[in-house]
């Protein structure tokens, strides 16, 4: 079967154009000419592997900082490093491994914040196809869904498929987005299996459309399925913004690190709890489920682990064209900073 890309409708208006989720910072998007005032982009606002985005303006620790945050929302991770290589933002709350493809392509972007250790993604596979599909080794002829191309679960389903013997153009990529249009394409039989995260994976099981294959959500699991720890959730920007507005970059460093130690000290439910109340899509118990299932993969002081990068370019290296022409020459250290992260926890 050739490879090829069925695109799911998104949500209404989701796809049109970001949407602003914070009144405060500066009235229109664009890269800063300095000052305390930033603007992020979030490659899906209310997935839980980025909740600490909207949990540190809930906690008020940007303003506690002195920095105004404009948070921003796109579909994927891979949108939303198109705004920030276009300079319409000033950062992204996306995977670190867009560090490391935007390398290959002479771009200098950097993690400045390293906000969880493991993608915090889940293989499920639909109730209607898992007794043909078992693991990876069974992707051959299947219908895979992605959040879009391009994205990190397209190049993590790449390696998944690979790693286990599955030429990417033996299976068929979807873009089945998250949430109810992954749902939906799990009980039409739209995809046969795809990788997701939280609260889409509890609704998926809730609803009996289907199960975990493979889950990355712990430490153990994504051992088991990459063969190391895969660090993603980040806040990346441009190497030249971190350079000329470095104190700016430490109040919001400072800021999410605080906001990674509250993960840690705090219950789901209190989580939950400080979460806007529309995330839980009017179940506030699956929500809580969904955020204890996830809760163990962000770090608690935002520090890159030590292992990650590695693993990362292994991974992209495998497949991506780009990486994989320039892999010997990719220089991991320029890929993330714990600079920020430091001298937040000497405060």
Known sequence: ????????????????????????????????????????????????IYLPAMLTQELGYFKDEGVKVKLMTEPSGASAETELVAHQVDGVVGFYDHTVTLQAQDKCIESV???????????MVSTKAAGSLKSPADFTGKKLGVTSPGSSTDYLTQYLATKNGVDTKDYATVTAGAGSTFLSSMQNGGIDAG????????????????????????VDGTQQALGGLYPASSLYMDCGYVEKNSETVQKVATAFVKTLGWIGSHSAADIAA????????????LYTKAIAASKQMFTTDGVMPDSGPRTVLDVLGTFNDQ???????????KTYTTKFVDAAKSQ
């Open 1 to 48: 079967m050739n490879r090829k890309t069925k695109a799911v409708a998104a949500v209404a208006g989701v796809l049109v154009a970001a949407t602003s989720l914070t009144a405060c910072g500066r009235s229109s998007a664009g890269n800063a000419s300095g000052g305390d005032e930033v603007t992020i982009m979030v490659g899906g606002i209310d997935k839980v």
């Open 113 to 123: 914040v390293q906000l969880a250790k493991v993608p915090g993604e889940v293989e």
């Open 195 to 218: 990788m997701t995260t939280d609260p889409t994976v509890e609704q998926v099981i809730q609803r009996g459309a289907g199960k975990v294959l493979l889950d990355m959500r712990t």
């Open 274 to 285: 400080k979460m806007p109340k529309d995330y839980a899509g009017g179940d506030m118990d």
């Open 323 to 333: 990486v994989k022409a320039k892999k010997d020459d990719i220089d991991l250290s």
